[in-house]
């Protein structure tokens, strides 16, 4: 293999030796020479051939894992799922992922993420040591090994695709959309945190860098901060799924206006169409619920956060530590959730239900009875019961033009459960909505997205809410039965390895009238 300083060597020295005295000194045949001579780039050249695969496979990986958010811990995004979504090798998926994060011996725990703000030029990251309060994790992670390594994945993904490594290329404040002093101010933070930016502009004063000292590290190259972002991150106890989807959310505008910070609220977190079927005992005034209901509240939203798969064993201290709340009150909340049969305790503690296809025919087979019943008590009542089902029904027209399947799901969910309690039936009402907080569980459980079904959800909404506006109690049921049988495949078509028992849902759900 020749040089490019090689070749221009030849090439001078055929000016005063021949060719054949030129090729007994090189090595290269006299052939060869004569090309040489002949071109005016002596560089290497690519090379002919197949391209190379793995850069390319590299591109796309990224593109799919850096959207996936919280999601990047599922099985729809194992080497396999995603070897099966791009046709390429696994061999050549798993080289790209193992490219994104660490290996899984290195995830050691002892550590938590409280900060993530992104924003050209600059990236933060804030940690903190966790204060194990003398327990026996011995810096352990509190959730899989595994889980952090894929979500290391998903950030490093984020970074890349977002286009961050070329911002040491971009000048000038056309490109800004953050203010960089919001960004600067987040350096102060509190001495108890390490703090981790990526500079390549060189924003960061050198007072506020001497002021923070050895607990701020700024880099100002791309692959320096990547490789010591991962290495920190390994060492956390837990990467959140709020994180992941506010990076996912927020790839295709560059990472701009990403701000993040630890939950320490006990409040549930809400979206743009707030709803009070995601609430335990909700039928109960606010102001009448015990901290142990307020938790369950706010645990189930933490579960999801935190990309539990069914199995999975809680870990009530993480849980605490994060809610900022006595460790005894979160474990009387878990024990709450497992009488209420929305977490399993058959096995020890609390942990995340085992769905089958034989929980989901039976939780939708049970809302589909009651449903009937519920609409032809409601096509019986005056009109007037009707006004806040109007009502949930405009949130779900509002949502479905987000494509959001979070809110599309919490507007059609609230919908129900407003039909549920205009019925004036109260046993059924409560009945009803302790279904609908397991099927947000499984929802959540399952990830499933229901922004591809907005139009469709939208369409039944409407024609329920009409037949009812008729006194049409029949045509409102027919709506209802087709609304849940879709529900229930899109949800089945998830487990689709261990096979819908479609004669068992007919047998379910046939009318006997």
């Given at each position: 293999m020749y040089s490019p300083e090689d070749r221009r060597a030849a090439v001078a020295a055929l000016k005063t030796d021949t060719i054949a005295e030129v090729a007994?000194?090189?090595?290269?045949?006299?052939?060869?020479?004569?090309?040489?001579?002949g071109r005016s780039d002596l560089a290497d050249r690519p090379r002919s051939g197949r391209p190379p695969i793995q850069a390319t496979a590299d591109q796309v990986v990224e593109a799919l894992v850096a959207t996936a958010g919280a999601r990047i811990s599922g099985?729809?995004?194992?080497?396999?799922?995603?070897?099966?979504?791009?046709?390429?090798?696994?061999?050549?998926?798993?080289?790209?992922?193992?490219?994104?994060?660490?290996?899984?011996?290195?995830?050691?725990?002892?550590?938590?993420?409280?900060?993530?703000?992104?924003?050209?030029?600059?990236?933060?990251?804030?940690?903190?040591?966790?204060?194990?309060?003398?327990?026996?994790?011995?810096?352990?992670?509190?959730?899989?090994?595994?889980?952090?390594?894929?979500?290391?994945?998903?950030?490093?993904?984020?970074?890349?695709?977002?286009?961050?490594?070329?911002?040491?290329?971009?000048?000038?404040?056309?490109?800004?959309?953050?203010?960089?002093?919001?960004?600067?101010?987040?350096?102060?933070?509190?001495?108890?945190?390490?703090?981790?930016?990526?500079?390549?502009?060189?924003?960061?004063?050198?007072?506020?860098?001497?002021?923070?000292?050895?607990?701020?590290?700024?880099?100002?190259?791309?692959?320096?901060?990547?490789?010591?972002?991962?290495?920190?991150?390994?060492?956390?106890?837990?990467?959140?799924?709020?994180?992941?989807?506010?990076?996912?959310?927020?790839?295709?505008?560059?990472?701009?206006?990403?701000?993040?910070?630890?939950?320490?609220?006990?409040?549930?977190?809400?979206?743009?169409?707030?709803?009070?079927?995601?609430?335990?005992?909700?039928?109960?005034?606010?102001?009448?619920?015990?901290?142990?209901?307020?938790?369950?509240?706010?645990?189930?939203?933490?579960?999801?956060d935190s990309g539990y798969d069914p199995g999975d064993r809680i870990n009530p201290r993480l849980l605490s530590r994060r809610m900022r709340v006595p460790r005894a009150s979160v474990d009387a909340a878990l024990r709450r959730m497992v009488d209420d049969k929305l977490l399993d305790g058959s096995r020890g503690g609390a942990r995340i239900p085992l769905i089958t296809t034989v929980d989901v025919l039976d939780l939708y087979a049970a809302r589909m009875a009651i449903g009937e019943v519920v609409l032809r008590s409601l096509a019986l009542r005056p009109q007037r019961y009707l006004v806040p089902v109007q009502l949930a029904l405009r949130q779900v027209e509002a949502s479905a033009p987000t494509r959001s399947g979070i809110d599309v799901e919490d507007a059609d969910l609230h919908f129900q459960q407003e039909l549920a309690r205009a019925s004036g039936l109260r046993e059924s009402a409560r009945t009803f909505e302790s279904l609908t907080l397991r099927l947000r569980l499984f929802i959540s459980i399952l990830q499933l997205d229901y922004s591809p079904a907005s139009d469709r959800i939208v369409s039944d909404d409407r024609a329920i809410f009409r037949s009812l506006s008729r006194s049409d109690a029949k045509t409102a049921i027919e709506v209802w039965r087709g609304k849940v049988d879709n529900a229930v495949r899109h949800m089945a078509g998830l487990l689709g390895r261990r096979r819908f028992d479609q004669e068992l849902w007919t047998q379910l759900t046939r009318s006997l009238g």
């Amino acid at each position: 293999m020749y040089s490019p300083e090689d070749r221009r060597a030849a090439v001078a020295a055929l000016k005063t030796d021949t060719i054949a005295e030129v090729a007994a000194r090189t090595g290269a045949s006299p052939s060869t020479l004569r090309r040489w001579a002949g071109r005016s780039d002596l560089a290497d050249r690519p090379r002919s051939g197949r391209p190379p695969i793995q850069a390319t496979a590299d591109q796309v990986v990224e593109a799919l894992v850096a959207t996936a958010g919280a999601r990047i811990s599922g099985r729809d995004y194992s080497t396999r799922a995603l070897s099966e979504a791009t046709g390429l090798s696994q061999s050549i998926v798993s080289r790209s992922v193992r490219s994104l994060t660490v290996p899984v011996a290195e995830v050691t725990g002892g550590r938590e993420l409280v900060l993530a703000a992104s924003g050209f030029p600059l990236v933060i990251l804030g940690f903190r040591a966790v204060d194990t309060g003398g327990d026996d994790s011995n810096g352990r992670p509190a959730v899989p090994p595994r889980r952090i390594q894929r979500r290391i994945a998903g950030i490093a993904a984020a970074l890349r695709s977002a286009g961050v490594q070329r911002w040491a290329q971009r000048f000038g404040s056309e490109h800004r959309q953050t203010p960089t002093a919001d960004l600067l101010a987040l350096l102060a933070g509190e001495e108890n945190e390490e703090l981790l930016v990526f500079d390549p502009l060189g924003e960061v004063p050198d007072d506020t860098v001497a002021e923070a000292g050895p607990r701020a590290r700024v880099h100002r190259g791309f692959v320096e901060f990547v490789a010591e972002l991962k290495s920190v991150l390994a060492g956390c106890q837990d990467i959140p799924g709020s994180l992941l989807d506010q990076l996912a959310a927020r790839v295709r505008h560059g990472l701009e206006g990403v701000l993040w910070r630890e939950s320490v609220q006990i409040e549930p977190r809400r979206t743009s169409i707030t709803s009070d079927s995601m609430e335990i005992s909700s039928w109960l005034p606010k102001e009448t619920r015990s901290i142990t209901e307020h938790l369950a509240i706010a645990l189930r939203e933490e579960i999801i956060d935190s990309g539990y798969d069914p199995g999975d064993r809680i870990n009530p201290r993480l849980l605490s530590r994060r809610m900022r709340v006595p460790r005894a009150s979160v474990d009387a909340a878990l024990r709450r959730m497992v009488d209420d049969k929305l977490l399993d305790g058959s096995r020890g503690g609390a942990r995340i239900p085992l769905i089958t296809t034989v929980d989901v025919l039976d939780l939708y087979a049970a809302r589909m009875a009651i449903g009937e019943v519920v609409l032809r008590s409601l096509a019986l009542r005056p009109q007037r019961y009707l006004v806040p089902v109007q009502l949930a029904l405009r949130q779900v027209e509002a949502s479905a033009p987000t494509r959001s399947g979070i809110d599309v799901e919490d507007a059609d969910l609230h919908f129900q459960q407003e039909l549920a309690r205009a019925s004036g039936l109260r046993e059924s009402a409560r009945t009803f909505e302790s279904l609908t907080l397991r099927l947000r569980l499984f929802i959540s459980i399952l990830q499933l997205d229901y922004s591809p079904a907005s139009d469709r959800i939208v369409s039944d909404d409407r024609a329920i809410f009409r037949s009812l506006s008729r006194s049409d109690a029949k045509t409102a049921i027919e709506v209802w039965r087709g609304k849940v049988d879709n529900a229930v495949r899109h949800m089945a078509g998830l487990l689709g390895r261990r096979r819908f028992d479609q004669e068992l849902w007919t047998q379910l759900t046939r009318s006997l009238g």
